[in-house]
């Protein structure tokens, strides 16, 4: 489905989330007119029974087609109001599917600058009011507007006095009703971000449950998370107070011209203008007149506040996203390792803040490991960063086999790339999915190899599912090494040109750490590894190593060199611990 552009009106984004289901759509509005047209002939037939009573004829002909039509009526009704429901749903659905992807594209600079939770609001909240929207304001407006004109003209073959005295009413209440719209949409926009705020709040305590229970942070965390939800209390409450205003405002409007046409009607009817019956019908187009009107100011007000929140969902399409792209086939086995390099790199998260790169250059030859030591805040986490193109530099080049990353399609790139984030993030499902995120395809035999290789088979042993035991939310019921050892497997079984490792043994045991240091080193004899390193262990094995400090490349070294070479190193090397939390 195509977006339009994040600067198009909110009923031009509806009817691009519409168009899948016209066909639907329209059936609903055609069964929505068919029961509007049933109903203008209900007041036709009681002016037809009145004048046979008055005429001492018999009514059973008219009694019949009455109640076949009040049969009529609420079968179709009931029948288009299910069509429309359901073509409703499905818009939501298809924004949905719209949205989420949006967000799945996102490039990370984008979803830094947002809280998680209002994106989370948005795809939820916001694309829930688009279902009132498509129902009571594009179908609402259209049978709604038919239905009013084609009262109107009813009632104008009835008598076309009555008819002007009904209009005058009717144009009074739309004045004071087009002057509440723009306080329903100014009202619904900030309840939306209002319930946006609340989602960021909720999401930014869950996502830390336990440094807020250990904090003592609870009751206040709960009032952040109540007052973000009374906040939108407050504007959802303003803005039906004015839908209420709104509605009571066209009720009262039809109830003024029933009693106005209830007047001069009398008046008609002694002068002999008009008969009774034809007064009867009149008053009874009257009553059905509300319904129409009741329909095109739900229609305005439901607009006003399906654009709110359309054009938050604009927002989210607007934000800088990624190619849709199929996922790239993973590296053959024995496919050639990966060469990096950095050329005069320089990079900043924003512009507002400080660089984090100050000119960085360096090479790394394919196979082999490569260690990036220095203390917090060097840079090192950053250049992996840069090579997964989570970020470009803002200053001079990424090399990937020789090609700049930029020219690189970007599922190509993460294809040829095994990554173990600092940390070391599970999902929730079992662990078997876990396993298997990066590398859908891999066969059981490929699995059982790794799953040696990073010691993993006694924790599959101890699991009472085995592999199909579902390891919770981020992995809480696996210990902190073994969430990195599912990090390093599940990399390990993309066969990647190229392993970046950021802290990768850093929660684990010295058995663990000395036994996967060797994998490590396996693993390098076949491919290109970059490690981002805190202990010594790890680095004196390292084929190469930099060292960086402030977003610069001090040194470039094997352990010995950079001990009598690099003062930094040396110091760093002299305490056993290098420190790399950035």
């Given at each position: 489905?195509?977006?339009?552009?994040?600067?198009?009106?909110?009923?031009?984004?509806?009817?691009?989330y519409?168009?899948?289901?016209?066909?639907?759509?329209?059936?609903?509005?055609?069964?929505s007119?068919?029961?509007?047209?049933?109903?203008?002939?209900?007041?036709?037939?009681?002016?037809?029974?009145?004048?046979?009573?008055?005429?001492?004829?018999?009514?059973?002909?008219?009694?019949?087609?009455?109640?076949?039509?009040?049969?009529?009526?609420?079968?179709?009704?009931?029948?288009?109001?299910?069509?429309?429901?359901?073509?409703?749903?499905s818009?939501?659905?298809?924004?949905?599917?719209?949205?989420?992807?949006?967000?799945?594209?996102?490039?990370?600079?984008?979803?830094?600058?947002?809280?998680?939770?209002?994106?989370?609001?948005?795809?939820?909240?916001?694309?829930?009011?688009?279902?009132?929207?498509?129902?009571?304001?594009?179908i609402?407006?259209?049978?709604?507007?038919?239905?009013?004109?084609?009262?109107?003209?009813?009632?104008?073959?009835?008598?076309?006095?009555?008819?002007?005295?009904?209009?005058?009413?009717?144009?009074?209440?739309?004045?004071?009703?087009?002057?509440?719209?723009?306080?329903?949409?100014?009202?619904?926009?900030?309840?939306?971000?209002?319930?946006?705020?609340?989602?960021?709040?909720?999401?930014?305590?869950?996502?830390?449950?336990?440094?807020?229970?250990?904090?003592?942070?609870?009751?206040?965390?709960?009032?952040?998370?109540?007052?973000?939800a009374?906040?939108?209390?407050?504007?959802?409450?303003?803005?039906?107070?004015?839908?209420?205003?709104?509605?009571?405002?066209?009720?009262?409007?039809t109830?003024?011209?029933?009693?106005t046409v209830?007047?001069?009607?009398?008046?008609?009817?002694?002068?002999?203008?008009?008969?009774?019956?034809?007064?009867?019908?009149?008053?009874?187009?009257?009553?059905?007149?509300?319904?129409p009107?009741?329909?095109?100011?739900?229609?305005?007000?439901?607009?006003?506040?399906?654009?709110?929140?359309?054009?938050?969902?604009?927002?989210?399409?607007?934000?800088?996203?990624?190619?849709?792209?199929?996922?790239a086939p993973?590296?053959?086995?024995?496919?050639e390792?990966?060469?990096?390099?950095?050329?005069?790199?320089?990079f900043?998260?924003?512009?507002e803040?400080?660089?984090?790169?100050?000119?960085?250059?360096?090479?790394v030859?394919?196979?082999?490991?490569?260690?990036?030591?220095?203390?917090?805040?060097?840079?090192?986490?950053?250049?992996?960063?840069?090579?997964?193109?989570?970020?470009?530099?803002?200053?001079g080049?990424?090399?990937?086999?020789?090609?700049?990353?930029?020219?690189?399609?970007?599922?190509?790139?993460?294809?040829?790339?095994g990554?173990?984030?600092?940390?070391?993030?599970?999902?929730?499902g079992?662990?078997?999915d876990?396993?298997?995120?990066?590398?859908?395809?891999a066969?059981?035999?490929?699995?059982?190899?790794?799953?040696?290789t990073?010691?993993?088979?006694?924790?599959?042993?101890?699991?009472?599912?085995?592999?199909?035991?579902?390891?919770?939310?981020?992995?809480?019921?696996?210990?902190?090494?073994?969430?990195?050892?599912?990090?390093?497997?599940?990399a390990?079984?993309?066969r990647?040109?190229?392993?970046?490792?950021?802290?990768?043994?850093?929660?684990?045991?010295?058995?663990?750490?000395?036994?996967?240091?060797?994998?490590?080193?396996?693993?390098?004899?076949?491919?290109?590894?970059?490690?981002?390193?805190?202990r010594?262990?790890?680095?004196?094995?390292?084929?190469r190593?930099?060292?960086?400090?402030?977003?610069?490349?001090?040194?470039?070294?094997?352990?010995?060199?950079?001990?009598?070479?690099?003062?930094?190193?040396?110091?760093?090397?002299?305490?056993?611990?290098?420190?790399?939390?950035e």
């Amino acid at each position: 489905m195509s977006v339009p552009p994040a600067s198009a009106a909110p009923w031009r984004v509806l009817l691009a989330y519409v168009r899948p289901h016209r066909k639907a759509l329209v059936a609903g509005a055609l069964l929505s007119l068919t029961t509007g047209a049933t109903g203008l002939a209900l007041p036709l037939v009681a002016q037809e029974l009145i004048g046979d009573l008055s005429a001492d004829r018999s009514i059973s002909g008219a009694l019949v087609l009455l109640s076949l039509l009040v049969v009529a009526n609420a079968g179709i009704g009931a029948l288009g109001g299910y069509v429309l429901q359901r073509t409703a749903e499905s818009v939501v659905l298809t924004a949905r599917h719209s949205l989420t992807s949006a967000l799945l594209r996102l490039r990370i600079s984008a979803v830094d600058a947002v809280e998680p939770g209002d994106l989370l609001a948005r795809a939820t909240s916001d694309t829930t009011l688009l279902r009132a929207m498509t129902t009571n304001s594009l179908i609402g407006f259209g049978t709604g507007g038919l239905t009013l004109v084609g009262t109107l003209l009813m009632m104008g073959l009835v008598d076309p006095v009555l008819l002007a005295v009904t209009v005058g009413v009717i144009a009074v209440a739309s004045l004071v009703i087009g002057g509440i719209v723009p306080l329903i949409n100014r009202a619904g926009k900030r309840a939306q971000e209002s319930v946006g705020r609340m989602g960021a709040a909720l999401e930014r305590a869950l996502g830390a449950l336990r440094t807020v229970k250990a904090s003592g942070a609870e009751r206040r965390e709960r009032d952040a998370v109540h007052r973000a939800a009374e906040e939108s209390w407050r504007e959802s409450v303003r803005a039906a107070k004015w839908q209420a205003l709104a509605g009571n405002t066209a009720g009262l409007s039809t109830q003024v011209a029933f009693i106005t046409v209830l007047a001069v009607g009398g008046a008609r009817v002694s002068t002999g203008a008009i008969d009774v019956g034809a007064l009867v019908a009149f008053l009874l187009y009257v009553f059905y007149l509300m319904s129409p009107i009741q329909q095109l100011v739900t229609a305005v007000s439901q607009y006003q506040l399906g654009s709110a929140a359309i054009s938050r969902i604009q927002e989210v399409q607007a934000l800088p996203g990624e190619p849709d792209r199929p996922p790239a086939p993973l590296p053959t086995p024995g496919a050639e390792p990966a060469a990096v390099a950095f050329e005069n790199v320089r990079f900043r998260y924003s512009p507002e803040l400080p660089y984090i790169h100050h000119g960085v250059t360096f090479a790394v030859p394919p196979r082999g490991m490569t260690a990036f030591v220095g203390p917090s805040g060097a840079g090192k986490t950053t250049v992996f960063s840069l090579i997964e193109r989570f970020y470009d530099p803002v200053e001079g080049r990424v090399l990937l086999d020789g090609l700049d990353i930029a020219e690189w399609d970007v599922a190509a790139l993460r294809a040829a790339i095994g990554y173990v984030e600092q940390d070391a993030p599970v999902l929730s499902g079992t662990l078997r999915d876990n396993l298997l995120f990066g590398a859908p395809d891999a066969g059981e035999a490929a699995v059982s190899a790794v799953l040696a290789t990073t010691r993993l088979e006694t924790l599959v042993t101890r699991l009472p599912e085995g592999l199909d035991t579902v390891v919770g939310h981020r992995g809480t019921k696996l210990s902190g090494g073994e969430r990195q050892r599912v990090a390093i497997a599940r990399a390990l079984l993309r066969r990647p040109r190229l392993l970046l490792l950021d802290e990768a043994t850093s929660q684990l045991d010295a058995v663990n750490e000395a036994a996967l240091r060797d994998t490590v080193a396996a693993v390098a004899r076949e491919t290109t590894v970059l490690v981002v390193a805190h202990r010594l262990s790890t680095v004196t094995t390292a084929d190469r190593i930099v060292v960086m400090d402030n977003g610069r490349v001090l040194a470039v070294g094997t352990h010995t060199e950079l001990v009598n070479g690099s003062p930094l190193y040396a110091e760093l090397a002299a305490t056993q611990f290098l420190a790399a939390v950035e």
